[in-house]
């Protein structure tokens, strides 16, 4: 039995989400159908994050087991040559048997895009987040600091939430103001919650409007409230960006 890890980029604009969903497309699902072409047996692949409907990966990382001896290289080709043009498997290798995608990563970053002005863009539409009101870059930097550190995330995650513990480390979180409006956030943490920075962004951008001050994020956070952290920002704008596994 081999253990086949993968490097995957995709546009999440068309599923939803990474977990495989009875409701609609799925990246995973449609990266097994793909494997399972291939090999003539089923397979799950496990991925590093859970990224949800609508929200694009650069570089999110999996792996299956298969016993198919299908080389490598091989397999690279033929699955990008099933694979929708909007996903793409761009590093394909065998990996120790014990590897595991999602339980051995390390550290994962995001990156969430704002962009910051009166007109509404039509390009990036499906890849950032329009913010039409002025946002203070001074306001916005002064909250980020808030975030670093080895702290309980309960009040920016999900509603819902099902995970037990919500305690991470953000060991990265800056802000990058760019010309013509374009704001982009990252961070780096030991794990993220569902909906974690997408609430952190709603909240950032609160603050650059004035509606919410820098200092009340300790308070937010020691509240284990989500109804005490601002809105969630939209799926469109978050991108996984790497993972780390040492």
Same mark, same amino acid.
């Given at each position: 039995?081999?253990?086949?890890? $993968?490097?995957?980029?995709?546009?999440?604009?068309?599923?939803?989400?990474?977990?495989?969903?009875?409701?609609?497309?799925?990246?995973?699902?449609?990266?097994?159908?793909?494997?399972?072409?291939?090999?003539?047996?089923?397979?799950?692949?496990?991925?590093?994050?859970?990224?949800?409907?609508?929200?694009?990966?650069?570089?999110?990382?999996?792996?299956?087991?298969?016993?198919?001896?299908?080389? +490598?290289?091989?397999?690279?080709?033929?699955?990008?040559? !099933?694979?929708?043009?909007?996903?793409?498997?761009?590093?394909?290798?065998?990996?120790?048997? +014990?590897?595991? +995608?999602?339980?051995?990563?390390?550290?994962?970053?995001?990156?969430?895009?704002?962009?910051?002005?009166?007109?509404?863009?039509?390009?990036?539409?499906?890849?950032?987040?329009?913010?039409?009101?002025?946002?203070?870059?001074?306001?916005?930097? *002064?909250?980020?600091?808030?975030?670093?550190?080895?702290?309980?995330?309960?009040?920016?995650?999900?509603?819902?939430?099902?995970?037990?513990?919500?305690?991470?480390?953000?060991?990265?979180?800056?802000?990058?103001?760019?010309? *013509?409006?374009?704001?982009?956030?990252?961070?780096?943490?030991?794990?993220? !919650?569902?909906?974690?920075?997408?609430?952190?962004?709603? $909240?950032?951008?609160?603050?650059?409007?004035?509606?919410?001050?820098?200092?009340?994020?300790?308070?937010?956070?020691?509240?284990?409230?989500?109804?005490?952290?601002?809105?969630?920002?939209?799926?469109?704008?978050?991108?996984?960006?790497?993972?780390?596994?040492?």
């Amino acid at each position: 039995m081999r253990n086949i890890r $993968l490097t995957v980029e995709y546009d999440g604009t068309a599923y939803r989400g990474w977990q495989r969903q009875p409701s609609g497309p799925s990246i995973q699902g449609t990266l097994e159908e793909a494997v399972a072409k291939m090999t003539g047996e089923p397979v799950t692949v496990v991925g590093a994050g859970r990224t949800d409907a609508g929200v694009h990966a650069l570089n999110q990382v999996a792996n299956f087991k298969t016993r198919s001896a299908i080389p +490598a290289a091989n397999f690279l080709k033929g699955l990008n040559s !099933l694979l929708p043009r909007d996903m793409a498997v761009k590093v394909l290798g065998d990996a120790d048997p +014990a590897f595991h +995608a999602r339980f051995d990563a390390r550290r994962k970053v995001y990156r969430y895009r704002i962009l910051n002005g009166p007109v509404r863009p039509a390009l990036l539409r499906n890849f950032a987040w329009h913010v039409r009101f002025p946002l203070d870059p001074a306001r916005m930097e *002064e909250g980020v600091s808030h975030f670093l550190g080895t702290l309980d995330f309960t009040s920016f995650c999900a509603a819902r939430c099902d995970t037990r513990g919500r305690v991470r480390t953000v060991t990265r979180a800056f802000l990058d103001f760019r010309g *013509e409006g374009e704001i982009l956030f990252t961070v780096e943490a030991d794990g993220f !919650l569902r909906h974690m920075v997408r609430n952190m962004v709603g $909240l950032l951008v609160e603050i650059g409007k004035g509606k919410a001050r820098h200092d009340d994020i300790p308070a937010i956070l020691a509240a284990k409230d989500r109804r005490r952290a601002a809105m969630t920002a939209p799926p469109q704008g978050l991108f996984l960006m790497e993972v780390s596994y040492e």
